[in-house]
């Protein structure tokens, strides 16, 4: 009895709900056509006056020189800016919600052609704005088609930093390792000998969140640069892998001479590998120009840099790894206020002194705009001279990485193959099987 | 009566009704709607049909999250009823310190999902670490480890419940049994568990449902990893949703599914149960 | 026979005083880590911190001073107050309407949230963020609303349960006294429903207190955020995981709610139970 009422109601319940749904869609379809209606006017009407910038930050390492940016600004000009990190390996989720929102940021960042693939229906034409006439040259503008989607606003570089004291205590220098053979020994031999020196080679490859980006997009570029270099391309859409046997001895030389047991990788965080390196636990650390500010406390003279030599022909006259994954969109879909508001903001901060010191000084910054300051970041000056000396940079080619899910997929191959749980063809297949199948997923 | 009350409709129905459309209905048949649309934002969606619905079982992350969440509500089902169940029979032996240990089980119920993944998490990994594995090396570690954290977040509750249904069987239909002879098996099995059907029906109906919705614990405890071989449904929807641009149409169709199934579900379990209860 | 009987008892007693220790030890365990240096927590987390790795209040100054551990305190409480409120005062006003009048309309607002109580989150996140964020609904002030909607239909449903047993004669008197329906509900209905109130309130409190999801996607993060989402963000936020500042946070996120629960234990068992009968 009371079943057979509980089972009706049921049926009724999903009944009702169908023949509400059908019917409802009369007054949904007005109720969400006169939405936009009733709240375009409010939100121009809240914009009376001046516009208001909400930046969506990618970069975790500069959060609170950021908010300390936006507050000078809004204590010089009185105009609102408003600063929200997404946490590391978040940015994508965050940007999602966030734009769908009626306050969406009106200010983000993508890494590139395959970012702006999502998101150029966001992203406002800048080639008429202040802020293009002020780059230091074109390249650095992301383009689609005529139109300009976003603006470089920071030069990176990355490779191995070292500490070359604890170098020179193990018997070498930088001299001593010109490409992958010498790395390998170098390394293998201060693993021989950790229990005398007191320290490791490299620090953990942690494969943690807040660290598994250097590995899955940083290190995975120098395989995909020697096969671009190769084949004569920019990009593809079916990756090969010609390089993958490099990426496996760089990955192998990392695991196995690190501090840390290959199988614990999987739970050691970007600060476990600070906080190593700067206890000098370990001599190298693979990381970039934004790292300095954590590892600073080693002393300017103390750290040096080195090419990621993973074994391919010609790495003696490599150089470090140098480009851009940060280009700034202004939201198109903001208000005219809030676009001129941020225009403004972006302006001010490459052209102004209070602007470009934060950016360069304080974030330790290469901006490729004029107003760029001569760099205070050693390690920026390091990145510097290999270019000087000749060195070929090599370019930033994870940019054309297919989506967020390949890395993610290649990052979880690789922490498997480094706690032996899986085998190395785990991570053959998400590199070359997972480009194709994301490729066409994401560009249908 | 009725007439004097219907007067004042606005008083008592619109403030429950209008939250009710904004957060529940409109919603409802809008998400219905989304699924057959290809969309970024609500204003952009195009019809596609059941397009949405293909890609969804053509995405094998969604139907091995489909298994491995059927298997953990089964699982964890089992599990806490069994314990909550013994638990119950004993705190009501009138045991000392009962009071006490009724405290301490029912306390995990109160901390909320997130904060219990991260406190496993540092203990799982914490054990594991000593025979060099790691809670997201391996799918059978993430899937015990949310069994184990699950448990220990709800057998306080649903021995609370439990006990709330033995203290309503009657004293004399148990001294009935035991002049009669019975065993403490016999009056388990054919006077205590009859008796308890209701209780049961309410438990095994929270817990196989909270199995299938768990959403908080997924995301804190495992993340889903390794490479989305702990990634249950709710999760499997929300990064479908949110971080792949152009799945969202995927992602809603998903959810779709996802409520029949939860529906679908609840009534099997609700008809199942209810047809075993006695009539008191 | 006694004497083996008060043996088991005592047996029995020895065993679930050893469970209820297993049982209570991952708390004490993170309490443990929280004075720990945030480098130890991972390497050892179960010894207790030596004079080496002892961090003192460290871990818990940063949990305050860096991740504003306390602004999140603040929007829990204002969210789950707001809301509980909201959903004790306006669910239990429309039950008894829906109880009292007989009408297609109110039998289609029972089963409506007789429906609405089995579907998941997940089928409405979107639209209902959407919805929510359109209309404004994104401070700790205005999101008590979206509970009351999302929340409404296991509400109204434990209050119909209860009403549905009231004698309606009291009401009746009430009314033929003079009463408006009003002054009748809140003079006659509201104090014999207050054990309802009681497990209703403690369910609701129960979960739009450890909520994640439903803050996560409709709050305004810029500006507010909530205990889980203060202790979710903390894990990959800023470039970097702070072990001790996590154990500390997830300390400060458990004890209210054991005060909270050692106060109340026994409305919040009650409260348990009855909630079930009722469904």
Redesign the interface.
Known sequence: ???KR??A??L???L??GA??AC??TP?ST??AS??ST?APASTGAAVGDGKV?YLNF???Q?EQWQALAKAYTEETGVEV?V??A????Y???L???I????APTLFQVNGPVGLA??K?YCYDLSSSQLYGELSSDEFALKDGDKVAGIAYVIETYGIIYNKGLLEKAGYTQDDIKNFEDLKKVAEDITARSGELGFSAFTSAGM???SDWRFKTHLANLPIYYEYKADGISSTDAIKGSYLDNYKAIWDLYINNSTT?P??L???????A??EFVTEQAVFYQNGTWAYNDIADLGDDNLGMLPIYIGAEGEEKQGLCTGTENYWCVNSKASEEDIQATLDFLYWCVTSEEGTTALCTDMGFVIPFKGNLPATNPLVNISNDYIADGYTPVSWNFTTMP???WKN?LG??L??YA?G?SQWDGVVTAFVDGWAKEYAA?NG | MEKAIKRYFPLFIIPTLAAFLIGF??P???G??LSFCEF????DATFVGFKNYLLAFADETFVHALGFTALFAVVSLVLINVLAFMLAMALTKKLAGTNIFRTIFFMPNLIGGIVLGYIWQLIF?GIL?QF???????AKFGFWGTVILVCWQQIGYMMIIYIAGLQTIPTDVMEAANIDGASGRQRLFRVTLPMMMPSITICTFLSITNGFKLFDQNLSLT?G????ATEMLALNIFNT??????FEGVGQAKAVLFFLLV?GIG?LQ??LT??K?V?Q | MSKTKKAGRAMGSVLLAILSIIYASPIFIILMNSFKK??YI?LEPFVFPTAKTWAGLENYQTGFDKYNFLSGVSTSVIITIGSVVAILLFCSMFAWYITRVHTRFTK?MY??C??SMVVPFQMVMFTL??TA??L?L?TPFTIPIVYLGFGAGLAVFMFCGFIKGVPIEVEEAAMIDGCSPPRTFFSVVLPIMQPTYISVGILQTMWIWNDFLLPY?VL???RYRTIPMIIQ?M?????????GAIMACLILAVIPVIVFYLFSQKYIIEGVAAGAVKG
């Open positions: 009895m009371k079943m509980l089972l109601t049921g009724a319940a999903m009702m709900a509400l749904a409802g869609s949904a109720g969400t939405t936009p709240a909400y970069k975790p390492e959060d408003t929200l990190t946490a590391s390996g978040q994508e989720t965050t999602k919600s966030e769908a929102k009626t306050e999502s998101w229906d943690d969140g807040s047991k199988a614990l999987s739970t050691k965080t970007g600060d476990d600070v906080a989506s967020e899910q997929d979880s191959a922490t498997g706690a749980t994401v | 209905i409109i409802f048949i809008m219905v709607w970024t934002t609500v204003q990994n670490s060099d594995l790691a809670l997201n090396l391996n993340g990893e390794p490479a989305h949703f949110y971080s792949r641009v152009g529906v009534l609700l008809r209810r047809s209860e009539q | 945030k480098t991972n289609f089963l409506l007789v429906f963020s959407k964020d359109t404004k994104n996607l305004d993060q810029k963000m894990k990959g936020s800023y470039g970097r995981v702070d072990m």
